[in-house]
């Protein structure tokens, strides 16, 4: 089983930033395998796909609409993936979810789809105020 806590969200005024973290664990889960995915669903929207990292921290992908303003990144020795969000805006208000692919090991990816992604956070509210 894998067990993945998403932290760091909050409330926050447009321009600000906000960093989370997402630890995972898991008896049989090895975190420095598998690539690592954000994603975001806003109130009566779908989830959609926000960054991913690979297994190394190699290759990093990111949605149009967060390009130059996030960053994804993860340390393999803390078994922990973050997404630094700066010059936040109001349409970046969602619940963030971290993923992770256990399909593929060492995989470079991107994994850009929910499907492709097989264990979930619980996710962590960010609210950005105008």
């Known amino acids: 089983q894998v067990q993945l806590v998403e932290s760091g969200g909050g409330s926050v005024q447009a321009g600000g930033s906000l960093r989370l973290s997402c630890a995972g664990s898991?008896?049989?889960?090895?975190?420095?395998?598998?690539?690592m995915g954000w994603f975001r669903q806003a109130p009566g929207k779908e989830r959609e796909f926000v960054a991913t990292?690979?297994?190394?921290?190699?290759?990093?992908y990111y949605t149009d609409s967060v390009k130059g303003r996030f960053t994804i990144s993860r340390d393999n020795a803390k078994n922990t993936v973050y997404l630094q969000m700066n010059s936040l805006k109001p349409e970046d208000t969602a619940v963030y979810y971290c993923?992770?692919?256990?399909?593929?090991?060492?995989?470079?990816?991107?994994?850009?789809?929910?499907?492709?992604?097989?264990?979930w956070g619980q996710g962590t509210q960010v609210t950005v105020s105008s």
């Open positions: 898991g008896r049989t889960f090895t975190f420095n395998m598998y690539a």
């Open positions: 990292i690979s297994w190394n921290g190699g290759s990093t």
């Open positions: 993923a992770t692919n256990t399909r593929a090991r060492y995989s470079r990816g991107p994994y850009v789809t929910a499907l492709e992604y097989t264990y």
